[in-house]
């Protein structure tokens, strides 16, 4: 069994305390937390349009556009690096490291869709990755990187039956177009249940919920 699992709000905390401290490296520069909030929507529209993710490049360089800030952006990003060097406390101890040691490495990929450096620069400072036999990062339909791989690895005619753990919906939608018969976990997070047994399999608030419902 391979299990294909998101990284950002599943493996990784990344809607609260890690992006109260990610915008602590814009407070140096100078900018407001309200500027820093209200230019973040435009990423999420233009991933959806041309495919461009978010990167902290990009969003320093959008803030001195709209607000002709005097920013230092070598500076900047030399010190975002630094930042993102150390990330294991916003890891999801309470259940993450339990879920990975339940499962061989060799069975678990992260599949996470974003900017690659960005993406690789966190799933690195988080320390996760050694508990992971491939990542595979995408700015594209996680379902075909997912048919991808299960064909590179496990051939053409495998009967394998991936898993794909993730918190947003939205990412199984193209599950039912697919080839392979994938399962879906919806990690809630806490969050409201989602009545979508279309395109999900199952509904999970923590991921040590998961070892007993794949056994």
């Known amino acids: 069994m391979k299990i294909f699992v998101d990284f950002d709000n599943t493996i990784f ?105 960005f993406q690789s620069q966190k799933i690195n400072g988080s320390g996760v990755k050694q508990f992971f036999e491939d990542v595979i990062i995408t700015q594209g339909d996680k379902t075909k990187e997912i048919e991808k791989y299960i064909q590179k690895c496990c051939g053409r005619d495998s009967v394998q039956v991936p898993v794909l753990i993730d918190d947003k919906l939205g990412y199984f939608e193209s599950v039912k177009h697919s080839q392979l018969n994938i399962k879906t976990i919806h990690n809630v997070r806490g969050g409201e249940f989602c009545n979508d047994e279309k395109n999900c399999d199952m509904h999970v608030k923590t991921l040590r919920e998961i070892k007993k419902s794949l056994s």
Do not use: W
């Open 13 to 117: 905390d990344t809607r609260h305390q890690f992006l109260n401290d990610f915008f602590g490296v814009f407070d140096k520069y100078g900018v407001s937390r309200e500027v820093f909030d209200s230019t973040l929507p435009y990423f999420s529209k233009t991933s959806l349009q041309t495919g461009e993710c978010y990167s902290p490049e990009s969003h320093i360089r959008e803030i001195k556009k709209l607000t002709e800030q005097n920013i230092n952006e070598k500076q900047f990003l030399q010190e975002m690096e630094i930042f993102l060097e150390d990330l294991e406390k916003y890891v999801f101890d309470e259940d993450f490291y339990e879920f990975a040691n339940n499962f061989d490495k060799k069975d678990l990929i992260i599949l996470s869709y974003g900017e690659d450096n």
